[in-house]
C-alpha cells in the first residue's frame, strides 16, 4: 500500500454530501439532478435508504471523523426536519462527527419552507444556503422561481434569526441586466448577507428550456464583453464591502468560508449519498470516484436490494488525481501547493509553462511557492488549467 500523498500535507478533512433529489418545480436553466413528484413523498422510506447507503459507505472505508455535512438537492427544505433529523443520526452512528462540524442546508426562500428553520436547527443543522438568486420580482420570474424578492428577503431574516451562520446565492448576467443595476442589487445583498454570498454567472446549459429558448432568439443574455463587465464589478463591490473571493464564485468574510465546499476545493475526501450523489473515497492510498444511480426511485430500489445505489466506482491513477487536484485547487484564491501536484502526479508542474503564465499575469508564485490565480486570470480559469496541466 502506496503513502497517503494528502496526509504528508495534513489534508485529512472528510464530508458527507446528501442529495434529496426533488423540487417543487423546475427552474428553466438548471441541469442539476433534480425532480418534479406531484404524488407525496415517501419521506420515511427515502430517510431508511440514505440510513442504509451510509452504513454501506461507512462499511467500506472505515472509520472517519466527519468534519463538514451538506445536504443538497434539489430542494433539501421541502424535507421534514425529522427527516433531516434521522440523516444526521444515521450519519453519526457510523462515523464520529466533530464537535465543530458544519452541517449545511440548502433551502428555497419559500414562506411555507422558511417556517421549518427552527426544526432544522434542532435536528442538528447549523447553516443554511438560500437560493434567492435574484433581488427582483422581474428577474425572478424570469428565472422560473416561485417565491418574491420579499419572500426571499423575509426568509433570509428568518434564517438570521436561527442561524449563525448563513449564506444565499444570486445568479447575474441575467437578460438586460446592466453593470449599474447589478451593483445596486449586489450592495444591497451584502447589506443583508452577514457573511457569505454564492455569485454564479448564468450559462446556458445543454438540455435545459433555457438552451431552447436562447437557441431559437427567444432569450438573450448579456455578451461577452458584457458577462465580464458584470464580473469586474462583482469582484470590486464584494471587495469593498468585506467579502472578497476565496473561490471563483463564492465571497466570504474572513473565517467565514463554507468548510463543506473547501472539501471539493481542496481535493479533500467527500462521500456522497443520495440519488445522482458523487463522491471521492480514499480507500488504501488510493482514491476512487463513486456516483449513485441518479433516479430517484431506481435509487431507493438498489439501495433496498443492495445497501448502495452507487453505478460509477473508478479507481483514479495519479495522473487523474492530480488533474483533479489542479482543476479544483486553481478555482481557490489561496491556489495550491505545487508540491502536493508533484507527489500527487509522480511529476512537476512545467517550469516554463508557469513562467509563461506569470509572464502573462494570469498566475502569481508567491514566497512560500502558493500558485494562484490573479484576477485577471480567473476569467480565463479554464485554459489556465489546461496550460499547466499538458
Not at 500523498?5 to 417543487?24: E, I, K, M, N, S
Not at 427527516?83 to 450519519?91: E, Q, Y
Not at 454564479?200 to 431559437?216: C, K, M, N, S, V
Request: charged share 25%; glycine share 8%; hydrophobic share 40%.
Amino acid at each position: 500500500m502506496r503513502a497517503d500523498p494528502d496526509r504528508a500535507f495534513g489534508v485529512q478533512a472528510f464530508g458527507v454530501y446528501v442529495h434529496w433529489p426533488f423540487c417543487l418545480s423546475k427552474c428553466p436553466y438548471c441541469d442539476f439532478n433534480s425532480h418534479v413528484r406531484h404524488a407525496a413523498i415517501d419521506e420515511d422510506r427515502f430517510a431508511r435508504a440514505f440510513a442504509r447507503e451510509i452504513e454501506t459507505t461507512a462499511q467500506r472505508i472505515g472509520p472517519r471523523e466527519v468534519t463538514s455535512i451538506f445536504l443538497g438537492g434539489g430542494t433539501p427544505s421541502l424535507m421534514q426536519p425529522s427527516t433531516v433529523g434521522a440523516i444526521l443520526d444515521a450519519i453519526g452512528k457510523h462515523w464520529r462527527v466533530a464537535p465543530d462540524a458544519e452541517v449545511s442546508l440548502e433551502a428555497n426562500p419559500t414562506s411555507v419552507e422558511a417556517t421549518r428553520f427552527r426544526g432544522y436547527r434542532s435536528a442538528g443543522v447549523n447553516r443554511v444556503s438560500l437560493g434567492v438568486q435574484a433581488l427582483d420580482d422581474v428577474s425572478l420570474k424570469t428565472l422560473g422561481r416561485l417565491h418574491s424578492a420579499q419572500e426571499a428577503m423575509d426568509a433570509v431574516a428568518i434564517a438570521r434569526s436561527a442561524f449563525d451562520r448563513y449564506s444565499f446565492d444570486l445568479i447575474y448576467a441575467r437578460p438586460g441586466q446592466t453593470p449599474a443595476m447589478w451593483e445596486a442589487e449586489l450592495r444591497r445583498a451584502i447589506g443583508e448577507a452577514a457573511e457569505h454570498l454564492s455569485l454564479y454567472q448564468l450559462t446556458i446549459e445543454a438540455e435545459t428550456p433555457f438552451f431552447a429558448l436562447h437557441r431559437a432568439g427567444k432569450l438573450q443574455t448579456p455578451d461577452e464583453s458584457a458577462s465580464r463587465a458584470l464580473y469586474d464589478v462583482t469582484q470590486s463591490v464584494c471587495a469593498e464591502l468585506g467579502l472578497p473571493a476565496y473561490e471563483i464564485s463564492n465571497h466570504a468574510r474572513p473565517g467565514a468560508e463554507c468548510k463543506h465546499n473547501l472539501v471539493y476545493w481542496r481535493g479533500q475526501e467527500y462521500a456522497g449519498i443520495g440519488p445522482g450523489a458523487h463522491g471521492r473515497l480514499d480507500i488504501g492510498g488510493t482514491r476512487y470516484a463513486v456516483a449513485t444511480e441518479k433516479r430517484p426511485e431506481s435509487w431507493l430500489m438498489r439501495v433496498e436490494a443492495s445497501g448502495t445505489g452507487v453505478v460509477t466506482d473508478d479507481r483514479l491513477n495519479s495522473e487523474e488525481r492530480a488533474d483533479e487536484f489542479l482543476l479544483m485547487g486553481l478555482r481557490l484564491a489561496e491556489g495550491i501547493d505545487p508540491r502536493r501536484y508533484q507527489a500527487l502526479a509522480g511529476r512537476s508542474l512545467d517550469p516554463s509553462r508557469i513562467a509563461i503564465l506569470r509572464e502573462e499575469g494570469a498566475i502569481i508564485v508567491d514566497a512560500d511557492g502558493r500558485l494562484r490565480v490573479t484576477q485577471a486570470g480567473f476569467p480565463v480559469l479554464d485554459a489556465v488549467v489546461a496550460d499547466l496541466a499538458a
